[in-house]
């Protein structure tokens, strides 16, 4: 009996609409169910793949809905990194929206880094935010979201 094909969990909320974009196209065309999570409602188009699913608003919920959803070689698309920690160590895979695998090898130092510029920033240092999202961004993500894709349709 083939494995059933993996689940795509979307956190939603901090999601660039041209990565939700991407990846509405890329779960029609690939026919991979997914969910955009987040804490307030979604305008997304028809489809039997995407569906929303909106959580209570509150800190982390989308998260939490995420970490008890996700199973075992489903992907998480974030870039929370305790949200991908959580969620890595629970057997899922996880990508940013840049196109970043998160793995059980880097997700530890990158949230030791995280937490080192929080304890900055608490401080009253100014620290760096993220960089705007790029047309090289953009490109990177849907192309590490289609490898994804193609080596589980194979499996």
Not at 9 to 21: G, L, N
Not at 90 to 95: D, H, I, N, T, W
Not at 128 to 146: C, S
Request: proline share 5%; glycine share 4%.
């Amino acid at each position: 009996m083939p494995t059933p094909k993996p689940t795509l969990w979307i956190d939603a909320d901090a999601c660039p609409r041209v990565a939700r974009d991407i990846i509405i196209r890329a779960a029609e065309r690939t026919h991979t169910q997914t969910w955009m999570v987040a804490n307030h409602a979604l305008r997304l188009p028809p489809s039997a793949w995407v569906k929303s699913r909106t959580v209570a608003q509150g800190f982390d919920a989308a998260d939490n809905a995420i970490v008890e959803a996700a199973t075992a070689g489903d992907l998480v698309i974030t870039s929370d990194l305790p949200l991908a920690q959580e969620v890595i160590e629970r057997g899922a895979e996880v990508m940013t929206t840049r196109g970043e695998r998160l793995t059980l090898d880097n997700i530890k130092s990158r949230v030791q880094m995280r937490d080192f510029m929080e304890t900055l920033r608490a401080s009253g240092e100014h620290t760096q935010g993220p960089n705007a999202y790029t047309d090289g961004d953009r490109r990177e993500f849907a192309n590490a979201l289609d490898r994804w894709l193609q080596r589980h349709a194979r499996s």
